[in-house]
């Protein structure tokens, strides 16, 4: 009955083995200690095989437990029965003998299915909770593909650094921009993104101690590639903590902004050409109109001295 075997940690065989050993044991036990208490509890032969069956039963299951009440009734009508030293053959020890037999086996059969209940359930609860623990993991594992699959998708540069600002994290968005692989950049600070100006003034440091005072800090400037070019950046900056408050890092998120900030430079330079151009067509105007009155100013002076020599000749004839 291999179904009521008490499963432990080890190979059949020494399962078995320590199941039939505890259905001899348990009853040589008893024996023993009912020795020692003669004659408190010799009235009642039986009364410690009674616990020697149960033991063998919870420990073996019901074969054990009925190896156990057989070895305990030997024993106890070869040491406890009279007559002491010989299978007892009168008819009080066949009766007392019979009676032990009988309920020594509601107690086995009783003992060994409440063991294999209690086992069973205990197995269906560890299936329980292996089945949660696998779901629970692919179900991390699913959310951690989805957060790889959506970091990747992204173009900007999305990483984390530990508390000391060194890069644990990289998806490819950050090696488009920055142009490191992941194998290259991990472990390395992420001062080297910035300008030799930005390191002069301790740039890097100071964005962190601002994240870690007011939880994310935002810049715009001037970062380098690994190939040295530079490229301007909208860079975000947040602390991580933990439930208990504790840093546990630094979430960065870097866009390049190169695109737009040409645009917007070559759009300020539209403007400024186009106010260059309306200021000189403005100064051309201004230039033509006061050429106009210079002209009509000069126009009415000359005929105003031709006007005042006629008037001088006219006087003198």
Known sequence: MDHLNLRFPAPPQLRAAIGYTAAVGAPLLASLLQLQLRPSINAVPFMLFFFAVIAASWLGGLGPGLLAITCSAVLANVYFLEPYGAAATSTHSILITA????????????????RTRYFERKRLIEKEREAMARAEAAERRVSDEDLRLLLESVDDAIFQLDPTGRIVTWNLGAERILGYPANEIIGQPFSKFYAPEDLQGNKPERELEHALRHKRVEDEGWRVRQDGSRFWANVVITALHDSTGVLRGFAKVTRDLTARRRAEEEARQLKIEQAGREAAEEARHLAERAMDRTARLQALTESFSARERESLSAAGH
């Not at 009988?102 to 299915?113: D, N």
Request: zero cysteines; a neutral charge; charged letters at 0%.
């Open 99 to 114: 009676l032990f037999l009988g309920v020594s086996s509601v107690i086995a059969l009783v003992t060994a299915s409440l």
